[in-house]
């Protein structure tokens, strides 16, 4: 048996999703009693709630494939419990690289690691580099929010603009990727090309009909769903594009 | 006003224990790991690598408790940064749920449909990655091999994703939303491989920067 995904292996990651689904399930509840009080109708609660599990299946199911791909060299458990809690991608992928090529192993994570001291010393570097907001949050957050919460509460129609633009920032620099980011060229479609374009316009389109729709025919319950719905037919479509136009049109990516 | 303070109060004494026992059980992971197998690896390599990641991963870790914190809420917060995939995933979801449900980010109903959003995220999150890992592992390779039909699809869950998003915002916020875009398509004309989680501070400065110029300019 392989022992990066031994017994011991699985009881450790299912202690960390024991942990994690605990602590959401704790602010679930609480923020939902208080949403009551606040008198906020059970309709829109349940309407967040379920908008919320659907929104998050695509983005989920692209985590779960990463976890495979590190798979490869880490085995299953070690990057399932790294995606659990805290871990993103290119954080893990760069941190397991990095170890590895500081013990000098040939390959990086394109090779199987089978020395358990290169193993171990990779779950520590993955978790060292990452824990550090943990120890940021108790000490500063409740500071920081206090702080921008004072600015804010002074001037209402200022910071509902500045909060918009803070979203909007965000959402720019991904929509900039989208236009004119290089991508992996290890990885067809991961740059900006015809690919991205075809989902990031598809999905602005079916959004606008989305909000068109309930609008015209008073379709309250379609709302929450529209963007998530918006963001998988975009997704589908990509996929239908890829299979369906000539190759050498659908796999141009402009900045490589 | 005083229930207000005292929910608030309550969430970040909550979130203070569940940063701090997060903090722990991450730690305990590559403990166990070591007293299990009997093996400890040499600090001078750990160091070695560490010394390649932790100056990027931690200033990045700071600003972006600093740029999301406002964003997400208090509660949203905790959470956020125990489970990851923040930008791509736990803040879009939060902003979808604060938009639908028509409340303010910095209003107290904001703070708590957008917990009850990205809670749900980082449970259903957690829970696919389980099953997945336990149950579908087997057959996760064929969903996003190369050949597959859906790869393509995989490949563009971003520009979906916050595409629909801005076209609930920017449709509302137009003039704003000018100014980020094309900060962010400048920057990567001249520096295309550019990280994108570098790229988000230096486009929310931009849009922060030009929607209180405008403000102030009366534009807006």
Redesign the interface.
């Known amino acids: 048996m392989d022992?990066k995904e031994s017994g011991?292996?699985y009881l450790?990651?299912g202690?960390?999703?024991l942990?994690?689904?605990g602590?959401?399930?704790?602010?679930?509840i609480?923020?939902?009693k208080?949403?009551l009080?606040?008198g906020?109708p059970k309709q829109?609660?349940k309407?967040?709630?379920a908008?919320?599990?659907l929104?998050?299946?695509?983005?989920?199911?692209?985590?779960?494939?990463t976890?495979?791909t590190l798979?490869g060299a880490l085995g299953?458990?070690v990057p399932?419990?790294r995606?659990?809690?805290?871990?993103?991608i290119?954080?893990e992928v760069?941190?397991a690289q990095?170890?590895l090529?500081?013990?000098g192993v040939p390959g990086g994570l394109a090779v199987e690691i089978t020395d358990?001291?290169?193993?171990?010393?990779?779950?520590?570097?993955m978790?060292?580099?990452?824990?550090?907001?943990?120890?940021?949050?108790?000490l500063?957050?409740?500071k920081?929010?206090a702080k921008?919460?004072k600015a804010?509460?002074s001037n209402a129609?200022?910071?509902?603009?500045?909060?918009?633009?803070?979203?909007?920032?965000?959402?720019?620099?991904?929509?900039?990727?989208?236009?004119?980011?290089?991508g992996d060229e290890n990885?067809?479609?991961?740059?900006?090309g015809v690919?991205?374009?075809?989902?990031?316009?598809?999905?602005?389109?079916?959004?606008?009909s989305f909000?068109l729709i309930c609008r015209k025919f008073d379709l309250k319950w379609l709302?929450?769903f529209?963007?998530?719905l918006?963001?998988?037919l975009?997704?589908?479509l990509?996929?239908l594009?890829?299979?369906t136009l000539p190759e050498s049109f659908?796999t141009i990516e402009w900045?490589? | 006003m005083k229930?207000e303070r005292t929910?608030y109060d309550?969430?970040?004494r909550?979130?203070?224990i569940?940063?701090?026992?997060?903090?722990a059980?991450?730690?305990s992971?590559?403990i166990?790991?070591?007293l299990?197998?009997d093996?400890?690896?040499?600090a001078a390599?750990?160091f070695?690598?560490?010394l390649?990641?932790?100056p990027l991963?931690?200033t990045v870790?700071?600003i972006?408790?600093?740029?999301y914190?406002?964003?997400l809420g208090?509660?949203g917060?905790?959470?956020s940064?125990?489970?990851?995939?923040?930008?791509?995933?736990k803040?879009?979801?939060g902003?979808?749920?604060m938009e639908?449900?028509g409340v303010?980010?910095?209003s107290?109903?904001g703070?708590?449909?957008s917990?009850?959003?990205?809670?749900?995220?980082?449970?259903?999150?957690?829970?696919?990655?389980?099953l997945?890992?336990v149950v579908?592992?087997p057959l996760?390779?064929y969903?996003?091999a190369?050949e597959s039909?859906?790869?393509?699809?995989?490949?563009?869950?971003?520009?979906?994703?916050?595409?629909?998003?801005?076209?609930?915002?920017?449709?509302?916020?137009f003039k704003?939303?000018i100014l980020?875009?094309a900060?962010?398509?400048v920057?990567?004309?001249f520096a295309?491989?550019?990280?994108?989680?570098t790229?988000?501070p230096?486009?929310?400065?931009?849009?922060?920067l030009?929607?209180?110029i405008m403000?102030k300019k009366k534009l807006?």
Request: glycine share 8%; proline share 5%; hydrophobic share 60%.
């Open positions: 022992f011991f292996m450790l990651g202690l960390v999703v942990f994690v689904t602590q959401s399930f704790f602010f679930l609480r923020a939902w208080q949403g009080k606040l906020l829109k609660l309407g967040t709630l908008s919320s599990v929104f998050t299946l695509a983005p989920a199911l692209a985590i779960l494939a976890v495979i798979a299953l458990v399932w419990i995606l659990t809690v805290i871990g993103n290119s954080y760069t941190a990095s170890i090529e500081a013990f358990k001291e290169v193993f171990a010393a990779a779950v520590w570097v978790t060292i580099g990452s824990v550090l907001p943990l120890i940021l949050m108790p500063f957050l409740k920081i929010q921008i919460g804010l509460n129609k200022w910071s509902d603009l500045m909060s918009a633009a803070a979203f909007i920032g965000l959402i720019a620099a991904f929509i900039a990727r989208a236009v004119a980011g290089a990885i067809v479609g991961d740059g900006a690919l991205s374009i075809i989902a990031l316009l598809s999905s602005i389109a079916f959004m606008l909000e709302e929450p529209a963007m998530p918006s963001m998988l975009a997704m589908l990509a996929a594009a890829s299979q659908v900045r490589g | 229930n929910y309550k969430v970040h909550w979130g203070k569940s940063s701090i026992s997060a903090l059980m991450m730690l992971v590559p166990a790991i070591c299990y197998f093996i400890w690896p040499s390599g750990v070695k690598g560490l390649k990641i932790v991963f931690w870790a700071i972006e408790v600093i740029t914190a406002p964003l208090a509660g917060t905790y959470l940064f125990v489970t990851g995939n923040i930008s791509n995933l803040l879009p979801c902003l979808n749920a639908n449900a303010r980010a910095n107290e109903e703070e708590v449909i917990t009850i959003a990205i809670a749900a995220s980082a449970i259903t999150t957690t829970l696919v990655i389980a997945g890992v579908f592992s996760l390779p969903l996003t190369e039909f859906f790869a393509p699809a995989f490949k563009q869950i971003l520009p979906a994703l916050f595409g629909a998003l801005a076209a609930g915002y920017f449709g509302k916020y704003i939303s980020p875009i900060v962010g398509i920057v990567l004309i295309p491989k550019l990280p994108v989680g790229l988000i230096i486009t929310v400065i931009f849009s922060l030009g929607a209180h403000y807006v």
